[in-house]
Structure formats: structure tokens, C-alpha cells
């Protein structure tokens, strides 16, 4: 089909296509569909097949030519975007849209213009003037001896307390509780049975961590409780409850000592209590070089964002926050359609959300693009040999053997993520040897890790 074609450039990464189809096609395209309708279409007074065409004109004439434009213009747009590379590709959640539908005159040639988004066009990534901060971070005493106290307290006994001893801070306890209303009465659905927390962690949802200690086991005790108007629960926020609660258990942990003993039982690699620190010493250092190079990575894409532009379409940025919706939900449990309403129910919207995660899903997406773009010029690939280079690393780093992580990876999709993280790892390392790095403040081992 000889079909001329016009393209023009609209804001936000998006594209204005004319094309005008020349008035044989037309007249074809309508003569080839009346053929169509001819041999199939059954009207009285007729035998099926042998209806004349200016019967079914004079009977279906505009509904003909409706559907012989919608045939035409799909038809034209498909070739166009299957055989001519010049034309800008629409993006595949971006169906070319048009503003106002043609005339078809089968005596003119015809004209039509749609409106599609299309990927970004970035130019050459520039990288000079870049500098990337890199935090101080040691790892000292405090951090293996943190490590340590954790250590003993997953392998600790956990027994229970006397009857006559009081509820202390860092004692596990089980309690009863119910919320009360005015009068002092039990606010039907608010009981609460064999609640389980560590005192002093905070992690129960009315903070009575102080009301509890020095309760003994089978004590009942009435609280009210006033929470502060900026109370990061929004049910709890300026609100004042009162409470019955009632603490049926208490437990203490015995730690183990910290001996040769116990770093055998971590693992049969530990022989002595140092051979554990310096386990120790080695995963966190591991985990320390891993955070950082994260930190610089997304430190380097904020960068490069900053200093090359990207335009993002505007059907782009609202897919990925419904696909992002529809993960939450997943983590949820629930539909898209229920999440809304649980949301709608905490007094904020869907809309109220997505507009909260907008700015984080652009920067996300121009990262992606100017990673992409960089990874095709620089065309970085992986070998046959780093991969088998890599295994072996993470079969060391994990203590497993080189063939369970290869049994991790069998699957082709977790091995295509594999890969392509190892391309990306392979051109950040490239661009640290364009731009410049200089130490940044000091900071804790374990403040790295806050999100």
C-alpha cells in the first residue's frame, strides 16, 4: 500500500502520525467489503450470495462505510508499524488514539492523524561532573558483639517465670486485653486473646509495654491511654482508649554463654568462639561492601538523572503505579478492587497513593532507561565463564555447594535476572571509572541498613 506518512513530535515523549491513503485503496478497500457482505449477507427476496451491492448500499450504506474506514485504518497502521523502521513504535500499554474520525469519500484520497506515546529518546548519557559520595563506615567491636547478642538470643531457652515474679523489660509475656467504653463496660469485638510480645519492644499496637511491667501472672489491670494528635497510627492519633488487661503468662530467655560451646551449635564450620567471630566479621564485612556499592549505584543513577533529562510519557509513569497497586494487593492478599476499599476506609484515596509513589515510580522508570540505554551503547555482556566465576563466589559467600546454586538458577526466567544484574554490575563498574568518588560522612554499620 503506498501510503504517505507524516510524523511530528509532541511534548512528553509522544507523537503525531498523519497518513493519507490514496483514493484507489479507498475505493478498493469499501469494494472489497461489499464483496464480502454480498456473498454471506441473507435479505429477503434474495438467494444467499446473490444480493446486489447497491441493494445492500441503499440498506447499510453508512454502517458499510464506518466499518470499511475502521478496517482501513487498522490495516494501514499495521503495515506501517510492521514494515517502516522510520515511524516511532507506539508503546505496547499506548494504543494510538485519534481526536476526531475521518469522512470517508471514496472519490478523495484519505487523511488521518493519531496520537501515541512512544520510549523516550535519550541521547549520549553525559557523565562528566559527576561526583559520587561514599559513606565512612568501619566495622568495629560493637558491631560483632551486636551480632553475638543476637546470636545468643536465637539460641536462647526460653522458660517461665515464677507466679510471684514481676513482668520485667525484655521478659516475653502473653496478655489478655479488650478496650472499654465509658462506662467501664467490654466493647463487643475489640478482645484481644494470648497476645504474645517482648516487653520494652513497643511492638504491640496500644504501647502498654510500661503498663504491663511489673504485673504478675493472673493480675488484671484497667489503663487509659492518650495518644498524641501526630501518633503515626492514624486510628490512634489524638485519641484516648481505655483498656482492660489481663497477663497470663511470663517468660524470661536464658542466654547461652558466649563460648566455644555455642559457636559449635551456630554451625559445624565453628570450632572455638573466635573461628565465630570471624564468621562474623567476614559476612558483615560482605554485607557491608554490598549495601555500599548499592548506595553508590542509586547515588550514580540519581546523578546521571539529574544532568540528563528524561521525559517520561504520561501512560508510562500511570502503568507502573497500577502495576505497582496490583503488587501491593498481592502482598495484601486481597484484589485491587478490595484494596481500594480498605484503603478508602483509612480516610485516604487510591488517587491519595498513587500520588504519593508517583515521584519515587519517575525516578525509578528514568533510572531504568538511562541504565538500559547506557548497557545497549556500551553493549555489555556476560560470559559462559563469568557466570560459572559468579556461582562459585555465592556458593563460597553462602557456604552451599556450587551445584545448589546452579539448582537456584535452572529456572530460565531466575537465570535471565541473573544475568542481566551481572550486566548491570559490569557496566556500574565501568562508569566508576569515568566519574569521580570522594568519602562522605561517618556513619554506623547499623544506620547503613535504615530504610
Known amino acids: 500500500m503506498d501510503v504517505k506518512k507524516e510524523i511530528k513530535k509532541l511534548e512528553n515523549s509522544a507523537v503525531e502520525l498523519t497518513a493519507t491513503i490514496p483514493q484507489a485503496e479507498v475505493a478498493n478497500g469499501y469494494k472489497d467489503l461489499l464483496a464480502k457482505y454480498a456473498k454471506s449477507v441473507q435479505i429477503p427476496g434474495f438467494r444467499k450470495g446473490h444480493v446486489p451491492t447497491n441493494v445492500l448500499e441503499r440498506k447499510f450504506g453508512e454502517s458499510l462505510k464506518a466499518e470499511a474506514l475502521a478496517d482501513l485504518i487498522d490495516k494501514t497502521l499495521q503495515e506501517i508499524f510492521e514494515k517502516d523502521e522510520s515511524i516511532p ?124 511491667i511489673g504485673m504478675k501472672k493472673g493480675d488484671k489491670k484497667d489503663v487509659t491511654k492518650t495518644y498524641s494528635a501526630d501518633h503515626n497510627n492514624t486510628e490512634l492519633a489524638g485519641a484516648t482508649k481505655k483498656l482492660r488487661i489481663e497477663l497470663t503468662a511470663v517468660k524470661v530467655r536464658n542466654l547461652p554463654e558466649l563460648d566455644d560451646e555455642l559457636a559449635q551449635d551456630v554451625s559445624e564450620k565453628y570450632k572455638t568462639l573466635d573461628d565465630l567471630k570471624a564468621g562474623i566479621t567476614k559476612d558483615l564485612n560482605a554485607a557491608l561492601e554490598n549495601r555500599l556499592n548499592e548506595i553508590k549505584n542509586n547515588s550514580l543513577i540519581e546523578a546521571m538523572i539529574e544532568k540528563n533529562p528524561v521525559v517520561l510519557p504520561a ?137
Not at 99 to 116: G, I, R, S
Not at 123 to 138: N, Q, S, Y
Not at 383 to 407: G, R, T
Open 315 to 451: 501512560s508510562m509513569t500511570e502503568i507502573e503505579l497500577e502495576a505497582r497497586w496490583r503488587q501491593m494487593a498481592q502482598q495484601f492478599q486481597t484484589s485491587p478492587e478490595q484494596l481500594e476499599k480498605l484503603v478508602n476506609s483509612t480516610g485516604k484515596s487510591k488517587a491519595d497513593m498513587l500520588g504519593d509513589w508517583k515521584a519515587d515510580v519517575e525516578k525509578a522508570l528514568k533510572g531504568r532507561l538511562i541504565v538500559d540505554k547506557l548497557l545497549a551503547d556500551k553493549k555489555i555482556e556476560v560470559s559462559q565463564d563469568e557466570v560459572e566465576a559468579e556461582f562459585a563466589k555465592i556458593a563460597e559467600s553462602a557456604d552451599i555447594s556450587i551445584d545448589e546454586v546452579k539448582n537456584h538458577y535452572k529456572d530460565p526466567r531466575n537465570m535471565e535476572y541473573f544475568v542481566d544484574d551481572m550486566k548491570e554490575q559490569k557496566l556500574y563498574k565501568d562508569l566508576f571509572t569515568q566519574v569521580k568518588t570522594k568519602k562522605g560522612k561517618k556513619q554506623a554499620f547499623a544506620d547503613l541498613f535504615k530504610r
Open 89 to 212: 513504535q507506539p508503546l505496547p500499554y499506548a494504543q494510538p488514539t485519534m481526536d476526531e474520525a475521518p469522512v470517508m469519500d471514496l472519490e478523495k484520497d484519505l487523511t488521518f492523524t493519531v496520537k501515541y506515546d512512544v520510549m523516550p529518546e535519550i541521547a549520549d548519557v553525559k557523565l562528566d561532573g559527576i561526583t559520587v559520595e561514599v559513606p565512612e563506615v568501619a566495622i568495629g567491636d560493637e558491631e560483632i558483639n551486636e551480632e553475638l547478642k543476637a546470636i545468643q538470643e536465637r539460641n536462647a531457652l526460653v522458660v517461665d517465670k515464677k507466679d510471684d515474679d514481676a513482668a520485667e523489660k525484655d521478659n516475653i509475656v502473653t496478655v489478655n486485653y479488650c478496650e472499654l467504653d465509658d462506662a467501664g463496660e467490654v466493647i463487643k469485638g475489640t478482645e484481644r486473646q494470648d497476645y504474645v510480645f517482648t516487653l520494652g519492644s513497643g511492638q504491640n499496637l496500644f504501647e502498654i509495654d510500661d503498663d504491663v
